[in-house]
């Protein structure tokens, strides 16, 4: 087994998880760090649970495989590469490509739920919670759902209240209490980067 260190990062949607996890990747190399993201775990969409309107909620703990996502974050931590396929959100326009993930020392588990999996909270050694206003997050994720994954604004809306807002009040929230750090992003992430980014330089160094 590699002596890795796991760090899990979370927070509601349109927080900013994913523009923090693209700024991780652009400063460090496959060799120093790994990300899995549990967006590439959602199980098919004919498992997703259906609402009272025939809509499919993907904003349950249900909608991950997070056996799957356990196993992998194993295999890695053993010193064992993975391949996936990359969850592409039913978006037409969109193919999906696969993804190979290779072990690193530093493995970063990122997703809505990751605190909320006993069995995956285990895995990590620190865990961080990336925190926005609601109006920003609404509104950053308006932009992602229609720019990048071609959703109708009358879907991302009512998903955003019927679906979004539950969880989050269910399943993410109540550990932003219990993380080791809090990242703020109304603003800017950049300061929590920052301290971020020189502890993983630390333990690159040990």
Known sequence: MLNSTVIGICGGSGSGKTSFIRKLKS???????C???????YKPISEQEIDIMGV???????????????????????????????????NVNSEPKTIIL?????IIVEGLFVLHFEEVKKQLDYSIYISAKENLKIIRRIKR?????????E?????YE??????????????????DIIINNNASFDKGY?????????KLLK
């Open 145 to 153: 759902d229609q720019l990048e994954r071609n959703y109708p604004l």
């Open 35 to 41: 990300i899995i993201s549990q967006d590439d775990y």
């Open 155 to 159: 879907d991302v809306l009512y998903r």
């Open 56 to 90: 499919e909620n993907f904003d349950l703990p249900f909608s991950i495989n997070h056996q799957e996502l356990v196993k992998d974050i194993n295999n890695l931590k053993n010193g064992e590469s993975i391949s996936r396929k990359e969850y592409a959100f039913n």
């Open 27 to 33: 400063n460090f190399s496959d060799e120093e760090l």
């Open 102 to 106: 290779s072990p690193a020392p530093i």
């Open 194 to 202: 920052e301290i971020l980014s020189g502890f993983i330089k630390y």
């Open 162 to 179: 019927h679906h979004v807002m539950d969880a989050f009040e269910k399943y993410i929230a109540p550990y932003k209490e219990l993380v």
